[in-house]
């Protein structure tokens, strides 16, 4: 997900401690405080457009996803998912998705009927992605998972199982794979920006509010997995693969819980990793939920370096390359076109069979390397890993 308010909510009972799992199930919630819905509804997609369904009405898909589909070329919106009736009718009629179109999470299944559905976005808490893509793969639709994919490798070979019985495309949304920032960074670091590449050092934090598991799903164990690496520091786990274009081989790590903090019952506060690569470089990723703010990339080579800062915002972010004395800043377009971006590209997929930039094979790989940084956190040694990511021995 990319929002700090919840995009949803689910039904749970009883606490649960880190390691233990428990079953929940999704229900709606009330319209998010700030919410601005459309004046007019959005001008219809043209004939070749890819109609989608949006799974979830929280504070990310009605204030970041939904309000910039329009600016998508082959994408548009076409039905709705929510478990509250009213904010399903006002979503609704302020973008022109007509009743038939609007569904509960009871009556998903008959989407399936829906042809002007071609695929859905599940914008809904990590414990739920699992399910509902298979659940939309059933439906005989094509599937963009909110990231990360889910709480476990093993529900990530499910999704994509599911998805190949059903011949439908699957997609992680992986919003900076899109976004001009992180492609111009990208490109700068394939062409060897920095020279031969030492150091990638990643923070994502910021400072949770008072809260507990059974008001925020983001510290809710079953919801969010451990907490922050998987929500927020999976951008700076990403940033360290695709700027190296390496998989690490050896991974180490540590996790902090604050003693008799109820924001941190379930989940850890703080993740530290340092993963090693093949070529002799490596990486440093910290995210917290309880440190001050920071969004931030940096690599160093040889010759330089780029940095990043904020990095994976939605807009605002800033890229410099610097080389000794010499500082130069790119201006590589408007970050907040990477959500159209992503939604055209799994309509390009869907009408042109081309191949998924994010797919869930990536979600896998991630996963895999998530479930390493905690078995080397939980060990206090190194982890080798295979060039899949699961672990080596």
């Given at each position: 997900?990319?929002?700090?308010?919840?995009?949803?909510?689910?039904?749970?009972s009883?606490?649960?401690?880190?390691?233990?799992?428990?079953?929940?199930?999704?229900?709606?919630?009330?319209?998010?405080?700030?919410?601005e819905?459309?004046?007019?509804?959005?001008?219809?997609?043209?004939?070749?457009?890819?109609?989608?369904?949006?799974?979830g009405?929280?504070?990310?898909?009605?204030?970041?996803?939904?309000?910039?589909?329009?600016?998508?070329?082959?994408?548009?919106?076409?039905?709705?998912?929510?478990?509250?009736?009213?904010?399903?009718?006002?979503?609704?009629?302020?973008?022109?998705?007509?009743?038939?179109?609007?569904?509960?999470?009871?009556?998903?299944?008959?989407?399936?009927?829906n042809?002007?559905?071609?695929?859905?976005?599940?914008?809904?808490?990590?414990?739920?992605h699992?399910?509902?893509?298979?659940?939309?793969?059933a439906?005989?639709?094509?599937?963009?998972?909110?990231?990360?994919?889910?709480?476990?490798?093993?529900?990530?070979?499910?999704?994509?199982?599911?998805?190949?019985?059903?011949?439908?495309?699957?997609?992680?949304?992986?919003?900076?794979?899109?976004?001009?920032?992180?492609?111009?960074?990208?490109?700068?670091?394939s062409?060897?920006?920095?020279?031969?590449l030492?150091?990638?050092?990643?923070?994502?934090?910021?400072?949770?509010?008072?809260?507990?598991?059974?008001?925020?799903?983001?510290?809710?164990?079953?919801?969010?997995?451990?907490?922050?690496?998987?929500?927020y520091?999976?951008?700076?786990?990403?940033?360290?693969?695709?700027?190296?274009?390496?998989?690490?081989?050896?991974?180490?790590?540590?996790?902090?819980?604050?003693?008799?903090?109820?924001?941190?019952?379930?989940?850890?506060?703080?993740?530290?990793?340092?993963?090693?690569?093949?070529?002799?470089?490596?990486?440093?990723?910290?995210?917290?939920?309880?440190?001050?703010?920071?969004?931030?990339?940096?690599?160093?080579?040889?010759?330089?370096?780029?940095?990043?800062?904020?990095a994976?915002?939605?807009?605002?972010?800033?890229?410099?390359?610097?080389?000794?004395?010499?500082?130069?800043?790119?201006?590589?377009?408007?970050?907040?076109?990477?959500?159209?971006?992503?939604?055209?590209?799994?309509?390009?997929?869907?009408?042109?069979?081309?191949?998924?930039?994010?797919?869930?094979?990536?979600?896998?790989r991630?996963?895999?390397?998530?479930?390493?940084?905690y078995?080397?956190?939980?060990?206090g040694?190194?982890?080798?890993?295979?060039?899949?990511?699961?672990?080596?021995?």
């Amino acid at each position: 997900m990319g929002s700090t308010a919840a995009v949803a909510s689910v039904m749970v009972s009883g606490s649960v401690a880190l390691g233990q799992q428990r079953s929940p199930v999704a229900i709606g919630q009330p319209m998010p405080n700030g919410t601005e819905l459309p004046a007019s509804p959005p001008a219809p997609g043209r004939p070749d457009s890819v109609g989608f369904a949006i799974i979830g009405l929280g504070d990310y898909a009605l204030k970041q996803i939904m309000p910039r589909v329009e600016q998508a070329k082959r994408a548009h919106i076409s039905a709705l998912v929510s478990g509250n009736p009213e904010k399903l009718r006002q979503v609704g009629e302020a973008y022109g998705v007509p009743p038939e179109s609007r569904y509960s999470y009871d009556r998903f299944a008959e989407i399936a009927g829906n042809r002007a559905v071609e695929a859905v976005y599940i914008v809904l808490p990590t414990g739920l992605h699992a399910e509902w893509a298979e659940r939309a793969f059933a439906a005989g639709k094509h599937v963009m998972s909110e990231k990360p994919m889910a709480l476990s490798s093993a529900e990530c070979d499910r999704m994509i199982a599911a998805g190949r019985r059903a011949n439908r495309k699957l997609m992680i949304a992986y919003r900076c794979h899109f976004e001009p920032y992180n492609r111009k960074a990208m490109e700068l670091m394939s062409q060897s920006a920095v020279g031969d590449l030492r150091l990638i050092r990643t923070e994502h934090s910021y400072r949770m509010g008072p809260t507990s598991p059974s008001d925020n799903w983001r510290v809710n164990r079953a919801l969010a997995g451990g907490g922050p690496l998987e929500d927020y520091g999976i951008y700076g786990l990403q940033a360290a693969l695709y700027l190296s274009g390496e998989m690490p081989d050896r991974i180490s790590a540590s996790t902090f819980r604050p003693v008799d903090d109820p924001r941190f019952t379930e989940i850890y506060a703080h993740v530290a990793a340092q993963l090693h690569f093949p070529s002799g470089a490596s990486a440093q990723i910290v995210t917290s939920y309880d440190s001050a703010g920071l969004n931030m990339v940096e690599t160093r080579g040889t010759t330089g370096s780029l940095l990043m800062r904020p990095a994976t915002n939605y807009d605002g972010l800033t890229l410099t390359v610097n080389k000794g004395q010499d500082e130069k800043a790119y201006d590589p377009g408007d970050p907040t076109v990477q959500f159209a971006r992503q939604l055209d590209h799994l309509a390009g997929a869907i009408r042109d069979n081309t191949p998924i930039l994010t797919p869930g094979e990536m979600g896998l790989r991630d996963l895999r390397l998530i479930e390493a940084i905690y078995a080397s956190a939980a060990s206090g040694h190194a982890i080798g890993l295979n060039p899949n990511g699961t672990i080596a021995g």
